[in-house]
């Protein structure tokens, strides 16, 4: 490390009493200057010497947030089911179906989910590779040698041939070694620097990318509750008209029994009866599928959640409004749009990484070392030596190799920059069709409720006129097989209703932010179902697992405790804080909307999985639940 290397202008002064006084400070200065010249007179480079000055000393572009196409308003915002202000809680939006079981599910989830953590680790080890760059700033290479020599001179190689016949002339001697080397590259042209900036970025990338996550667990979460509530309604629909047509056929062949009509009516009835009955077995097939996809996505093998979900209920009431505010809210909140800016942030970083190469590397190079022949003479004053100097290393005739670098470099960013747009436009498409998803759906389902009701009365009807004589059976066989499919497509497009509105809040980008206040949504429903009880609306909520205290965070059903497992303190709560991690971006303005009521704060976050043993303050982190810092700032929005 301390020799010269080819290419590398250097100056060595070896330490001595005598002359440790002096210091090479005028090659210093000659290097530096020689160096500014170079940098002028650099050929294929970007970046000139007044913007390398304003930029602090840095090559490459300075990145500025790209704009985006959105649009001003919803297509559909005249609809009186959207509006565009109002009191929603986007943390915590699953608590507008009012259903306890379902925010136990999603606190649970959010606790055990499997992905949901590797996200998180995702992030820690963009932290871990943010530290290894910031070390770069600090000198790259530090070493302790040592080593021990035996040489042995041949006497017959020139010129030792010529001495070996002098009296006393050793032609073997010990060669002992040891000492400290140190190389520090200064970062001249900024190029460890934004080796920094791209990895502050990668790690905002990376928490955006476990907010994305966590939006899509939430929706898949309460998508599959919402299918397992359905298919309970479908199942009782279908026993109810088993039960119905049991009745039907009961009449038939008592007419039959009669002499009053043939053994055709009997037939046809156990025809219908058997066709409903078929329906059963596919829908609790259904329902063990969709119970199956839970028990995963809670992080636990499948298993009956019969004791968690309580007896067979209803599908959640679905509020006739949803609040969707506007487009650039939309743009703000939602993680992968702030995760596709914060790639190309790192992007940006990285032209001036490739850039730097234009440029001299700059470096100081020293060694400390003691060396004697006789070991017992090693630590003696006068077998210390060293040498310190600057010197440079430059590529030259790079033949356009490091020119084409930066300038895909540059192709790479311009395609982050493309990408960040084309993520905004999916954004929006993704909104419009979940807004018009919901309110379709809204409007097929009051058009089935009274086909529905018009079929049911038809059918009592059928029934009625048919012991009396007055019509065939095959009015009645028509009416009812008429009445299972308009009650079946009834609770499909009643569950179809809470899956849109799923959807709209997914869409959203809303609760990632749940982090901040993880038990917030369990509290919610349970003032929610307080007030509503005691004020005489009717309440029907989903069976109520046993009530969370609020003095610690509600106990999950489905946690297991790890055998052997240690005593974790609980986590800080989780703030904006930049500090500690290096990141100086400022946090984003969020859009703020008010939540449906005051809340009381949770006691503390979720304990954090088993972090690797390191003293590092890094690791001073909650797991999944992971401090809200380096939001993307502000986004640049036209339209």
């Known amino acids: 490390m301390g020799n ?47 913007d390398w000055w304003h930029k602090g000393f840095k090559v490459g572009p300075d990145y500025c947030p790209p704009s985006a196409e959105v649009g001003e308003a919803w297509i559909d915002s005249n609809d009186p089911a959207v509006k565009t202000s109002g009191n929603i809680d986007y943390a915590h939006w699953w608590t507008v179906f009012n259903d306890p079981v379902l925010n136990e599910l999603v606190y649970t989830a959010y606790q055990e989910n499997l992905p949901l953590k590797i996200a998180a680790w995702r992030i820690m080890e963009a932290r871990y590779q943010l530290g290894v760059a910031r070390g770069y700033l600090l000198p790259q290479e530090q070493q302790a040698i040592g080593s021990f020599m035996r040489n042995q001179m041949s006497g017959e190689a020139f010129p030792m041939s010529k001495f070996s016949q002098i009296p006393g002339f050793k032609m073997s001697y010990d060669d002992w070694l040891g000492g400290l080397t140190a190389s520090w590259e200064l970062d001249f042209w900024g190029r460890y620097r934004r080796m920094i900036e791209a990895a502050e970025a990668n790690v905002q990338a990376q928490e955006e990318d476990y907010n994305a996550a966590l939006v899509l667990l939430q929706a898949e979460v309460a998508s599959t509750y919402i299918q397992l509530r359905e298919l309970d309604e479908r199942l009782d629909l279908a026993r109810k008209n088993v039960a119905l047509q049991r009745d039907t056929l009961a009449i038939a062949k008592a007419r039959f029994e009669q002499g009053i009509v043939s053994q055709l009516d009997v037939h046809q009835a156990q025809a219908i009866l058997s066709n409903t009955e078929s329906m059963i077995p596919m829908l609790e097939s259904m329902r063990r599928v969709a119970e199956n996809r839970l028990c995963t996505l809670l992080g636990q093998p499948p298993q009956d959640l019969d004791p968690v979900l309580g007896p067979p209920g209803k599908i959640p009431t679905v509020p006739p409004e949803v609040v969707v505010g506007i487009p650039a809210d939309l743009l703000r909140r939602r993680p992968d749009v702030r995760r596709a800016e914060r790639l190309a942030a790192a992007q940006c970083a990285k032209i001036g990484v490739a850039e730097a190469e234009f440029y001299p590397h700059i470096a100081i190079t020293g060694q400390l070392a003691w060396q004697a022949e006789n070991f017992s003479d090693l630590f003696g004053s006068s077998a210390f030596t060293g040498m310190i100097g600057p010197g440079f290393r430059w590529n030259i005739l790079n033949y356009g190799r490091i020119r084409n670098n930066v300038l895909m470099e540059d192709a790479r960013f311009r395609q982050a920059i493309l990408g960040y747009q084309e993520t905004v436009l999916r954004a929006a498409e993704e909104a419009e069709d979940m807004i018009t998803a919901f309110l379709m759906e809204q409007r097929r389902l009051r058009a089935l409720e009274q086909a529905t009701q018009a079929t049911a009365q038809a059918s009592q009807l059928a029934v009625a006129q048919y012991q009396q004589g007055l019509i065939d059976f095959q009015r009645v066989i028509d009416s009812q097989r008429a009445l299972v499919q308009q009650q079946d497509a009834l609770a499909e497009s009643r569950g179809k209703v809470a899956l849109n509105l799923i959807g709209v809040y997914k869409a959203l980008g809303g609760g990632w932010e749940m982090r901040r206040n993880p038990t917030a949504g369990v509290i919610l429903t349970q003032l929610q179902t307080k007030q509503g009880s005691q004020s005489g609306q009717a309440v029907t909520p989903a069976p109520t697992p046993a009530e969370v205290p609020q003095s610690a965070p509600p106990a999950s059903p489905f946690k297991r405790e790890p055998e052997n497992s240690q005593p974790q303190a609980p986590a800080a709560p989780a703030q904006p804080s930049a500090e500690g991690q290096g990141q100086q971006v400022p946090p984003a303005p969020m859009p703020e909307a008010p939540p449906a009521q005051k809340l009381p704060q949770a006691p503390g976050n979720l304990p954090p999985p088993p972090v690797p043993s390191e003293s590092s303050a890094e690791q001073k982190l909650s797991l999944p639940v992971l401090p809200v810092q380096g939001e993307v700032g502000e986004i640049g929005i036209s339209g």
């Open 4 to 50: 010269t290397q080819p290419g590398e202008l250097q100056r060595h002064r070896t330490w001595s009493p005598a002359n440790s006084a002096r210091r090479p400070r005028s090659g210093i200065v000659a290097l530096a200057s020689l160096t500014t010249l170079l940098l002028i007179a650099a050929g294929g480079c970007s970046t000139s010497l007044r």
